[in-house]
């Protein structure tokens, strides 16, 4: 069964940048679109961007401009450049298929904008 690895989140203050990565234990997701997700507290969980298989991008209005979504096929990675980070974008990331996630979630990677 096929696993996702979220990783490089942190606490990071407003105005700031992170970088995360997902990984997929099978190379099944250069097949298929993929997404970040996020979910905040008491929140539902909200799509964020997406990459087609082709490479195209789709983001977010919340966070167009922000963020950019890229793929490395070969790493079977898929990434989420974040910029100018604030208090609204604080919560757990998680990546998936798009728009069926059809992975088993992972555990996700906490990003958390605070000074």
């Known amino acids: 069964q096929v696993q996702l690895v979220e990783s490089g989140g942190g606490l990071v203050q407003p105005g700031g940048s992170l970088r995360l990565s997902c990984v997929a234990s099978?190379?099944?997701?250069?097949?298929?679109?993929m997404g970040w997700y996020r979910q905040a507290p008491g929140k539902q969980r909200e799509l964020v961007a997406t990459?087609?298989?082709?490479?195209?991008?789709n983001y977010a209005d919340s966070v167009k401009g922000r963020f950019t979504i890229s793929r490395d096929d070969a790493k079977n990675t898929v990434y989420l450049q974040m910029n100018s980070l604030n208090s609204e974008d604080t919560a757990v990331y998680y990546c998936n298929t798009y728009p069926s996630n059809l992975l088993v979630w992972g555990l996700g990677t906490q990003v958390t904008v605070s000074s």
């Open positions: 099978g190379s099944i997701f250069r097949f298929y679109a």
């Open positions: 990459i087609a298989s082709g490479g195209s991008t």
